[in-house]
């Protein structure tokens, strides 16, 4: 998922308003070290904004489904 919003952030000693590009991606936490290197290795910034957050409940065919598709695209890619 991927989403453009307008950012108000300091820059030096300005305040600036920029558009930035805000991407999700869902994982398993197995997948997040590569997938942070990933993005680290393949965008402009000095300091990306790259968080995960830990999901401890939600719909649990959903849940299953990221495993299955995580699962399927590591055996795809010899991960």
């Known amino acids: 998922m991927s989403q453009q919003d307008l950012i108000t952030a300091r820059w030096d000693t300005k305040f600036v308003e920029f558009l930035e590009q805000i991407l999700v991606i869902k994982t398993e936490d ?25 999901i401890d409940e939600g719909n649990t065919k959903y849940l299953t ?13 010899d991960l």
């Open 30 to 54: 197995c997948h997040v070290e590569a997938l942070i290197n990933y993005v680290k290795e393949n965008q402009t910034y000095q300091v990306p904004g790259i968080i995960s957050i830990k």
């Open 65 to 77: 489904w990221i495993k299955q598709i995580t699962l399927q695209a590591a055996v795809q890619n």
